[in-house]
């Protein structure tokens, strides 16, 4: 069992989620356009990334047992009350047999023992090693023109494309039940950091066909990676693949590329002789993107280098979701064992104290918006975590195979 970590019910630093509640009801009785309850799922499917300012020159004010994430974090199901700690399914063991042949677009992860988090985040500590056994992994993020294949195929609807279950949410009107999922919408000039709302918008009709809202398409755009991905489709698309979502420690174990210990899977420079290495933020967070690595927001896979295992995308781009379930504890009782973790499959539950009762899975790798302004998530090590059924328009997946 885990000890249990102290609850905390906020947002960011100073304001908490009652107050949140309070500020969507007040907000329906004054607006037609916008509801109560898009407002706050707006703000819970975002809104707990405020102010995590690690490493860089701004830091949060927050608990250690209570680690603030950027760019995203909360989610829908903050509109009604479900139990604080969520059972996870059995995970397969690992297949450990000899690798005969090179599936297409796959790159072989030899395995191997290695430190896996990082001092710099609150989350991801302590460092503890972890030995991780040999697989097989997607070079890039599964691509629109790859997760389009699977669609064809199947005849798939993602969770965006769904209306929102009125059983579900019973306080809705009809007319918020409408599909839809989270897009950022950077501000026209520099605003406070404490207000993640001035930068996100639920959108209607924004989906993986549609990642900017209903007037978008994919046009030319059959090699980005597909996003406004939940968790469950992404385990969708593995098992019609034959594949799976890759651990927590594997997918850290791959993105280091062998690079143990360092900041970033190309070493401990962001940017090696002036260049910059991976998609992030440039400019001044979140209203100028300066554009210096060559992109606003999303890049097509693999536009940058690809580290030393032969993967590209592995820091910043999009965020991938991996099979863990997220606790901030989790490290600290791998810790504990004494012993070295050995293909560890995460824990059996999830519990984060910044938005109780809602079950989160990790997130890895960081997106386009990261930036040291905000938040450093694009280190191999740092921790994402995120809602299952709540997907952006900056988070994608990959998926692993065994030998």
């Not at 907000?27 to 356009?33: L, N, V």
């Not at 102010?51 to 994430?69: E, F, H, I, N, Y």
């Not at 420079?269 to 967070?285: I, S």
């Not at 999009?318 to 791998?334: I, S």
Request: a neutral charge; charged letters at 20%.
């Amino acid at each position: 069992m885990f000890a249990p970590v102290p609850s905390r019910c906020l947002f960011d630093s100073q304001v908490g989620i009652d107050w949140l509640i309070m500020m969507a009801r007040f907000k329906s009785r004054i607006s037609s356009s916008i509801s109560a309850g898009r407002i706050l799922l707006l703000v819970i499917c975002i809104c707990g990334i405020v102010m995590d300012r690690s490493v860089g020159t701004q830091k949060a004010a927050v608990a250690s047992a209570s680690p603030m994430q950027c760019d995203r974090g909360m989610s829908r199901h903050s509109l009604q009350t479900i139990a604080a700690v969520h059972e996870a399914e059995p995970v397969a063991p690992i297949d450990v047999s000899t690798p005969k042949s090179v599936p297409n677009g796959m790159a072989w992860i030899p395995g191997g023992r290695f430190w896996m988090g990082t001092n710099h985040m609150e989350d991801a500590r302590p460092v503890h090693e972890v030995d991780v056994k040999g697989f097989w992994m997607d070079r890039t993020d599964v691509t629109n023109e790859e997760f389009a294949r699977f669609v064809k195929a199947t005849g798939y609807v993602t969770i965006a494309e769904r209306p929102l279950d009125p059983k579900e949410f019973p306080n809705l009107a009809p007319s918020d039940l409408a599909p839809g999922s989270v897009v950022f919408s950077p501000p026209a000039g520099p605003i406070s950091l404490d207000n993640p709302l001035a930068w996100w918008k639920f959108v209607k009709g924004a989906n993986w066909r549609h990642p900017q809202g209903p007037n978008s398409n994919l046009a030319g755009k059959e090699k980005f990676p597909v996003v406004h991905i939940a968790w469950a489709d992404a385990e969708a698309y593995a098992h019609w693949a034959g594949k799976r979502l890759p651990t927590e420690a594997e997918w850290e174990f791959a993105a280091r590329g062998g690079r143990d210990r360092k900041n970033y899977p190309w070493g401990d420079e962001l940017t090696p002789n002036g260049k910059w290495m991976a998609n992030t933020f440039q400019g001044h967070f979140p209203d100028k993107n300066s554009s210096a690595d060559g992109y606003s927001g999303a890049a097509p896979v693999a536009s940058f280098p690809p580290n030393d295992f032969g993967l590209y995308d592995m820091s910043g781009n999009v965020w991938q979701w991996v099979w863990d379930w997220y606790r901030p504890d989790y490290y600290a009782h791998l810790r504990q064992t004494g012993e070295v973790a050995s293909n560890p499959q995460g824990p059996t539950d999830s519990f984060d104290p910044n938005e109780l009762g809602v079950p989160k899975r990790v997130q890895k790798g960081g997106s386009f918006l990261c930036t040291d302004q905000y938040c450093e998530r694009y280190m191999p090590g740092a921790r994402g975590k995120g809602d299952p059924e709540t997907g952006t328009n900056h988070l994608g997946f990959r998926c692993v195979r065994a030998q």
